[in-house]
């Protein structure tokens, strides 16, 4: 079955992603953990006594961060040619075919998405982790939900039949000579696809919700929240879910039907 076939293998995607894909599952190296292995590499060595802290960090940096908009809008306008970028490869390219193992997979534009959004985030961290940080914060939620409406909900095959599922009624309705929409395998495999990819999207923007706070001030924590845009993600699994229980219903009501008018 075709049908069962698509969902199990993007059920079986999204239950062993690899690990490689999500950027901000990579942690960076902690001080504590550099300090370590230079010591074990220098324990024949006499050690040095520790540094204090410089009291100038961030003195400097803190002159420019009025000026960091400049940043900000040049991120702001890269991600826009990103995003138009990626409509354009949907377009010329389509989703994974159905013929391949790629059927179903995750779209590869998203996670280009996000990791140029950890390279933003961490340069923006190394000039500031202020007010600059939030205002970044503001175009990553912009573009999260542009992503999930022009790559991922605006891709979903459009249907104009309804279904309200299984029911009694349903079941005794006569439908003879009635046409009843179905997807191809084309359209199947795209909607597993975007399945595949709101689950990665809705999984990587908690991840990059929580680096965010971690890279901020302290007392600015409150102000870094990504629910909306997880929201989104979710309605596109809610979306895409209920078009593939919708083409098991229009496969299913055929044998329904018969099975109505057997007299037992």
């Known amino acids: 079955n075709t049908y069962l076939f ?16 999500n950027p901000f599952l990579e942690d960076e190296p902690a001080p504590e953990l550099e300090e370590l292995a230079t010591e074990k590499g220098d324990l024949d060595q006499p050690k040095k006594p520790k540094a204090p802290d410089n009291p100038f960090h961030g003195i400097v940096s803190k002159c420019f961060e009025p000026h960091l908009y400049v940043y900000i809008e040049s991120q702001d306008k890269n991600l826009g040619e990103l995003i138009d970028r990626f409509v354009a490869d949907f377009k ?26 950890k390279k933003c985030m961490v340069q923006c961290s190394q000039l500031s982790t202020g007010e600059p940080m939030i205002a970044l914060t503001t175009i990553f939620q912009k573009y999260l939900r542009e992503y999930a409406w022009k790559i991922l909900s605006g891709n979903l095959p459009k249907t104009t039949s309804s279904s309200g599922g299984l029911t009694i009624s349903s079941l005794l309705k006569e439908k003879e000579g009635s046409e009843v ?14 399945l595949s990819t709101a689950e990665y999207c809705l999984a990587t923007t908690q991840q990059l919700e929580e680096k965010l706070k971690e890279k ?34 229009a496969a299913c009501d055929p044998a329904l039907t018969a099975m109505s008018k057997v007299r037992f």
């Not at 698509?6 to 894909?21: A, C, G, I, M």
């Not at 929409?181 to 975007?194: Q, R």
Request: include cysteine; glycine fraction near 4%; hydrophobic fraction near 35%.
């Open 6 to 21: 698509l969902v199990s293998s993007s059920q079986k995607k999204l239950e062993s992603p690899p690990p490689s894909t």
């Open 92 to 117: 010329a390219q389509g989703p994974p075919k159905p013929n391949t193992d790629e059927g179903g997979a995750v779209l590869p534009s998203c996670a280009d998405l996000f990791v140029y959004y």
């Open 181 to 194: 929409a179905k997807f191809t395998l084309e359209e199947l495999c795209l909607i597993c696809s975007i």
């Open 216 to 249: 901020v001030d302290v007392s600015l924590i409150e102000r870094i929240n990504l629910t909306g845009e997880m929201d989104t993600f979710s309605t596109v699994i809610s979306s895409s879910i209920q078009l593939l229980v919708q083409d098991l219903d």
